[in-house]
């Protein structure tokens, strides 16, 4: 089984542990609501320890979610393992990061 934990600190949502088709759908839409509290986002995924492609499909659903909330989001410190997935997928450029 695996685990993610999201904590938002001072308008950055950090995410720790397996983006995975198993953890993802743990999440339920209240959480949203907290998440997108603020103007602008980011989120941190230097913690991804795992992902799949069910974990990507949910990072551009978060996306879609912020935006229905009015929240930007940009997400930071991404892994070498996400990077990857994200360029096999053919969807680069289309998750807006910023670099740090």
């Not at 499909?57 to 909330?69: G, H």
Request: proline residues 3%; aromatic residues 10%; hydrophobic residues 45%.
């Amino acid at each position: 089984m695996s685990t993610v934990n999201i904590i938002l600190n001072h308008g950055v949502l950090v995410i720790n542990g397996e983006l995975t088709r198993y953890s993802v759908a743990e999440f339920k839409p209240s959480e949203y609501v907290n998440w997108f509290a603020h103007s602008a986002v980011k989120v941190d995924l230097s913690l991804v320890s795992k992902v799949d492609t069910a974990g990507l499909a949910w990072l551009f659903y978060l996306l879609e979610q912020a935006d229905n909330y009015n929240c930007q989001l940009n997400f930071c410190k991404i892994p070498e393992k996400l990077t990857k997935l994200i360029s096999l997928s053919g969807v680069d450029g289309l998750l807006p990061m910023t670099c740090e």
